[in-house]
Nanobody
Framework: QVQLVQSGGGVAQPGGSLRLSCVAS????????VDWYRQAPGEDRDMIAS???????KYTHSVKGRFTISRDSDKNTVYLQMNLLKPEDTGVYYC?????????????WGQGTQVTVSS
């Protein structure tokens, strides 16, 4: 079964750091472009960072300079390193990625992971 599995997250103090991982699994798969989304309490799910298959990255203004998206294609994994965390970074984080499996590209969501930034 092809899926994106997230790990990381948790609780951090303001100014702290956390790292999220998003791994494509389920047999012979390759991961293409991946986006990270954040859904704050009571808010819509917003895209905050993206990386394409060549490694080109984009960030929304609120996280630029603090968050870094990267990929390890050999491990079919995309990371989101979050530094200088702020309380407004609190929310559920989701990865959304294109996965190649059995000759077909499909988009998958990770299961989501909670990030809480609080003193």
């Amino acid at each position: 079964q092809v899926q994106l599995v997230q790990s990381g997250g948790g609780v951090a103090q303001p100014g702290g750091s956390l790292r999220l991982s998003c791994v494509a699994s389920g047999g012979m798969v390759s991961i293409g472009a991946v986006d990270w989304y954040r859904q704050a309490p009571g808010e819509d799910r917003d895209m905050i960072a993206s990386i394409d298959s060549t490694g080109q990255t984009k960030y929304t203004h609120s996280v630029k300079g603090r968050f870094t998206i990267s990929r390890d294609s050999d491990k079919n994994t995309v990371y989101l390193q979050m530094n200088l965390l702020k309380p407004e970074d609190t929310g559920v984080y989701y990865c959304n990625g294109n996965i190649l499996s059995s000759g077909l590209w499909r988009a998958y969501w990770g299961q989501g992971t909670q990030v809480t930034v609080s003193s």
